[in-house]
């Protein structure tokens, strides 16, 4: 993706944002912040009786690119399990964002599937246990 397709895909997910708002019932609802920019982002999933991720959302407020990241991780994690989303990677989401735009403000691009990771372990690991989560997290 070169620098101009890379920008119109960053605004077209911070003016658009898909899949944003709260998930009632959720199996995943962590929030997750950036100090340094003022991003707080809150990502919420849902898992179907097949393991796979059946509705994932999130909310918050920030700047452009970890907004339009969020957006975006949502319609990349879709369908996934557990054991899948763990496993993605930070370099190919910035690949993915565009990286001579968002290696700027890296912990912006990353904020939302970092946040979505570490929830997603959370649940996975009590799943595991055999114990369902009984806080939010």
Known sequence: MDRQEAIEFLVDHYENPRNYGT????????SGGNPGCADVITMYARFDENGKLGNVSWEGEGCTISRAAASY?????????????????FEDLI???GRELVMTRPTCATLALGTLKKGVHEYHMHQRAGQPLTHEQ
């Open 73 to 89: 991780v949502t319609e990349l994690v879709e369908g996934m399990t557990p054991d899948e989303i763990e496993q993605l990677s």
């Open 95 to 97: 690949d993915q964002l």
């Open 23 to 30: 998930l009632e019932e959720a199996d995943v609802n962590l």
